[in-house]
């Protein structure tokens, strides 16, 4: 209790810390005074007011744009700052770790079911008439000698699992000696299985059957596999943290040796890293907090280290790399005013961007993507965060010193030129200009093979096959995962994952024990009905007998009074009890079809198209009922998600810029570069193409929450890399008033910094790339391709080839609509022109 007590003080030491700065800050801002605007900027040969004597020489690089807008004046007051906000953040890390390391809640393993559902309602009526199903462990035996049922094996069995009997969530554990039913010996009879029920729910199970497993006396010479859905999870759980470090380990490292070949400086390349040190345990102890009010799915951990990682470094690289630039020709403070007037506009609005695509997560009813959306949404405002506020104070701090400890470098492998005299002459004027430059020469000629490629490349999203992600081969290969395909390919009843059916009457179904005769009747029809279904190959209810009674006298004795039936079949009320309760009847469609599958969740329409028995209602439940609810909801809720990014992120762009064109040239970017990713992901994937060089096996379905996910990522990443590269070609048509110029010139200053922003990226997702888990691994994989074709094949040829060809038009809207828009504050220019701000006319003699 103090311990807790304890974090929760430091925790709130640290939140009001960070209020009380930050409304310290936010008043500063507000007695600010504006600067005045900079003189207008006279190439030398011009005399003002008269004609130009000599051609004017290109501007300097530093722009001469008065910022006075709501980022400057947040660079100003994280300068003044400077000393305080550091401390500040670390703070705020500490005591919200230490609050999220004594309350966090628990991470779920499920998340896909759809409440409200008929799958939904048809399990908790069947958890309510026949009680809430214990999970359970299971240990499968090989007898070498291929007779599992004997006698001798049996006892073998029993000693292998007598260890678990005595263990406190530990029920009863059931072996064949124990039932004598044949469904737990194999069909060669080589095989057998014990049942150890658990006192525990399956998510309170995970952590304690690791400890039962190794309980279990293994025999020598015979081989012992233990399985259950808790095990099943238990691997699947190390299998995603094992995978979360291990990305971790590749990533950090590469992406350090690219800002080391970006900045030149260890001091500059470290910033970056420090930030994500302080964004990223944030972000995880704050999801850790949501669990508690909130479903959190676990893979929420492994996207949000995706997201963070990536956000964190890029944002940072962006930030030092432009205040370096900046500090060749200002003073610290300015450098720093001006950094977050422009690049820190390009992060926030790039950070909304970002927040807006994972927002779109929260309008689908799977908790597990809602909870995807919630964790991205909160890694980027933690990322905007300290990205906004500490990292600018350091710079501040640093001043000079952020060139500090140089590394030698040939200069073939510098991504920025780091002398600043060869800085300013190569300003500009760089490898990607090159190719701007070329392209804009013949744009239609160039870009329409490459929209061509793009588009071919997406063609097989249209074959898309969904699922999500409840098949044995979606799981990462492990010991239990092997042991519950032995189950289901050499047991009895050993299909998969049956269709649950709840059949619900007016009244109680046994009378006094005995079933309504007209009942049996309906029943047998409806059970007929199913049996009669393409795709069944078995349905089980009270109508079966126990094994060894023949069917007619079955039928005979259960319309009978528990009282009435002769004494040798007084265990038909126990056997009637295991598919009756109450007013509910239970029925089971077993088919081969994957439940999970666009084949197993056909079944499940036919299975509810069938009349129901006379005066019943009928639910259906089970793994395949879940699929078809869930594919139903994502499908309605897919448009309205699709609406959201795109329709608030173009509005974003369109504040920003005060351009028609732009923002529709921006979304049409994204969805290219996400087309051919989304291509990718289906023929590798889904239909196995490169399984063998990237170590998977395919199961011919993509896991439905795998190109949401993607989209909603990517559209807002892709929007990181064009908010940079416009604001940058916008600030050079400011100056110069020459698209053609301004575009090639924008994108040769942000060559080197978005190249190495975008090897981060793959980098990162690359190495997630390398999970054993599909969703991450196509997750991972999928979206480094995007980035890479975002970051050279649209960026490089597509944005050029677009920008020239609709020249001026790329930054004309409407003068009303131009007004409106600089009243917000984010657009800079000539409202009557939509172009350059004019210079003001010298005044007179």
Known sequence: MRTKLLAIGIAAAGLASAGVAALAIWRSIGREPVDPPAPPFVPPGVVPGAGAATPPRPEPPHDRIAHNGIFAALGRATYRWRRWLPALGVLLVIGLNAWSFTAAGRLSQGGWQIAGSEAAEGEALLADRFGEQASTMIVILTDPDGDAASEDFQATVDDA??????????????????????????????????????????????????????????????????????????????????????????????????????????VGAVLPIVIAALALPTSIAVIGLLANITEMSIFVTNVTTMIGLALSIDYS???VSRFREELRHR????????????????VAISGIAVAIGLASLTVFESPALRSMGLGGITTVISTLVFGLTVLPALLGMLGPRVNRLRVPMPRALRLIEDDPAAADARHGH?????????????????????????????????????????????????????????????????????????????????????????????LEAYVSDLAALDGVSDVASLLDPPAGMAEDAYRQLIALPDAQRPAEAAGIGAWLERSVAADVTRVDVFSPRLPDSAEGRDLVDDVRAVAAPAGTEVLTAGLSARSRDF?????????????????????????TFGSILLPLKAVLMSLLSITASFGALVWIFQDGNLSGLLGFDASGTVIASTPILMFAILFGLSMDYEVFLLSRIRERYLITGDNTRAVAEGIGITGGIITGAALIMVAVFGAFALSSVSLIKSLGFSMALAVLIDATVVRGILVPAFMRVMGRANWWAPRWVQRLVARVGLYEGDVTTGGPRPDPAPEAA
């Open 161 to 266: 699992v007598a260890p678990l009997a005595g263990e406190p969530i530990v029920d009863e554990v059931l072996t064949y000696a124990d039932v004598g039913d044949p469904s737990f010996v194999s069909r060669d009879g080589s095989r057998t299985f014990a049942i150890v029920r658990l006192t525990q729910e399956m998510e309170d199970a995970v952590d304690d059957v690791e400890h039962l497993a190794s309980l279990v006396r293994e025999p020598e010479g015979v081989e012992t596999i233990v399985t259950g859905i808790p095990v099943i999870q238990h691997e699947f759980n190390e299998a995603v943290e094992r995978d979360l470090v291990q990305a971790e380990l590749i990533s950090l490292p590469i992406a350090m040796l690219i800002l080391l070949a970006v900045f030149g400086t260890v």
């Open 317 to 319: 690289l962006f930030m």
């Open 331 to 346: 003073s610290v403070q300015d450098a720093v005013e001006h950094t977050m007037a422009t690049v820190g506009k390009a």
């Open 430 to 522: 760089g490898v990607w200009s090159r190719i701007a430059r070329r392209v804009m020469q013949r744009p239609l000629l160039v870009a329409t093979p490459v929209l061509l490629v793009l588009v071919l490349a997406g063609l097989p999203f249209f074959g898309i096959q969904l699922s999500t992600g409840g098949n044995l081969d979606d799981l990462p290969p492990s010991a239990s995962v092997t042991g519950f395909r032995v189950l289901a390919d050499e047991f009895p009843a050993g299909d998969s994952d049956p269709i649950q059916v709840a059949v619900r009457t007016e009244d109680a179904v046994l009378d006094d024990g005995a079933v309504d005769p007209a009942f049996i009747e309906s």
């Open 631 to 655: 594919m139903a909801s994502f499908g309605h809720s897919v448009p309205y998600a699709i609406a959201i990014v795109v329709g608030v992120t173009g509005a974003v762009l369109f504040l």
